[in-house]
C-alpha cells in the first residue's frame, strides 16, 4: 500500500466521524441531548459515506477498514460510557457494551490472523447489532421512557447472535 493512498476522502470522513464523539459526549454530560443527536446523525451519515465512496471510487485501504472498525467502536463506547456517568444507562448496558467491543476485537484478530491481514468481513448479523444500538441510543436521547430496559433487551439476543455468527464463520474458514 503506498502511503499517499491512505489519505483520502472516505478516511478524512471517518477521521471527522471520531473528532464528532467530542460534542457527542460533551452534549450528554450537558444534558443537550438534540445536540448529542444532531451530531450521532452526522455521524451515522459519515459512517455510511466513507464506505460507500471507497468503493465507488476504487480507494478502499487496509487502513480504511480498521479505521472504520475503530471509528464504530470508539463512537459506541463514548456515548454508553457517557450515559452511564451522567446515569441515563446501568451497569448491565456498560458491561454488553465493553464484553461486545471486546469480543469483535478477538474475533477481528483472529480472523486476521487467519488472513495474515487486517479482515473483519461485514456480516449482516453486525449490521443488525449496530442498528439496534443506534436506535437504543436514539431512545436515550429522546428521554424516552424504558430506553434503558429497550436497549439491554435488544441488544444481548442479538449480541449473542453476532458474536456466534463470528465464531461460526471462523471455524468454517
Not at 102 to 117: C, M, V
Not at 144 to 162: E, N, Q
Amino acid at each position: 500500500m503506498k502511503y499517499k493512498k491512505c489519505f483520502n476522502i472516505p478516511n478524512f470522513l471517518t477521521l471527522v466521524r471520531l473528532i464528532f464523539i467530542i460534542p457527542i459526549v460533551y452534549s450528554i454530560a450537558s444534558n443537550y441531548y438534540y445536540i448529542a443527536i444532531l451530531f450521532f446523525i452526522l455521524s451515522n451519515i459519515t459512517d455510511k459515506l466513507d464506505g460507500y465512496i471507497a468503493r465507488k471510487t476504487k480507494t478502499e485501504t487496509v487502513l480504511g477498514g480498521y479505521f472504520d472498525f475503530i471509528s464504530d467502536l470508539a463512537t459506541i463506547n463514548a456515548i454508553i460510557i457517557s450515559l452511564f456517568i451522567v446515569g441515563q444507562t446501568g451497569k448491565l448496558n456498560l458491561f454488553l457494551t465493553i464484553a461486545a467491543t471486546t469480543a469483535l476485537i478477538a474475533i477481528t484478530i483472529i480472523i486476521s490472523l487467519k488472513a495474515k491481514q487486517f479482515c473483519m468481513p461485514h456480516r449482516f448479523s453486525i449490521k443488525i447489532l449496530f442498528v439496534i444500538i443506534t436506535v437504543g441510543f436514539y431512545c436515550h436521547f429522546l428521554q424516552l421512557p424504558y430506553a434503558d430496559i429497550f436497549l439491554t433487551l435488544a441488544v444481548t439476543p442479538i449480541l449473542g447472535y453476532t458474536i456466534t455468527d463470528y465464531i461460526i464463520y471462523i471455524i468454517q474458514t
